[in-house]
């Protein structure tokens, strides 16, 4: 089955001060491109980026990557705009959507590839950390319209996500699902 991979950047980052999507790993790598290649790695085809704040930089970040790059004009709303712009933007052939956040330095390809592994177009799986949920969360195709209808604010899926049955999949030893939200978050080297 084919997997297109969904990494949501737009935020403006506000409590970081920048758009997370620009903050760099301690190799000098902005996080955007470090989720992309993560979700390239684990087998994710195509890869789609949505950008929103700093929409151009973002783009440039992204200039020698194999991703698609779609902006969400109401990317302000929050994490649902971006949500939808994806999805709706996301490779008709493609059977689910591993959803990714730009702001989990601690994901790996190992956790991306474990909740892949479940992958069907009527799958709903969603890492858990310890027993948190967090991401990457996959969404068959038979549930697009749905999250769609569904994603507003800052919720993103979790309202779908709460009304459906998910299959959890603990990635805790494989990954660290912390969302990172301010400089005093970010682990050491980042900046």
């Known amino acids: 089955m084919k997997i297109a991979g969904l990494v949501l950047a737009a935020g403006a980052g506000r409590r970081m001060g920048t758009p ?20 390239t790695e684990a087998g994710c085809s195509p890869v789609v980026v949505v950008v929103g704040a700093s929409a151009d930089q973002v783009r440039a970040e992204l200039s020698d990557e194999p991703v698609e790059v779609v902006e ?10 971006s949500l939808r712009a994806g999805l709706r933007s996301t490779d008709t052939l493609s059977d689910a959507v591993l959803v990714a956040t730009v702001d989990v330095p601690g994901l790996t390809a190992a956790a991306v590839r474990r909740v892949a592994d479940r992958v069907g177009e009527d799958a709903l799986v969603r890492a858990t950390y310890r027993g948190v949920p967090g991401h990457p969360v996959l969404i068959g195709r038979a549930h697009w319209d749905g999250v769609i209808a569904s994603a507003r604010g800052d919720e993103g899926a979790r309202g779908y996500l709460r009304e459906h049955e998910v299959v959890l999949v603990e990635c805790g030893d494989v990954g660290d ?3 990172v939200d301010t400089v005093g978050e970010l682990p050491p080297g980042h900046g």
């Open 72 to 81: 969400a004009t109401d990317w302000d709303e929050g994490m649902g705009a």
């Open 177 to 179: 699902g912390e969302d």
């Open 20 to 39: 997370k999507a620009l903050v760099r790993d301690a190799d000098g790598v902005t996080w955007v491109v470090r989720t992309s290649r993560l979700l």
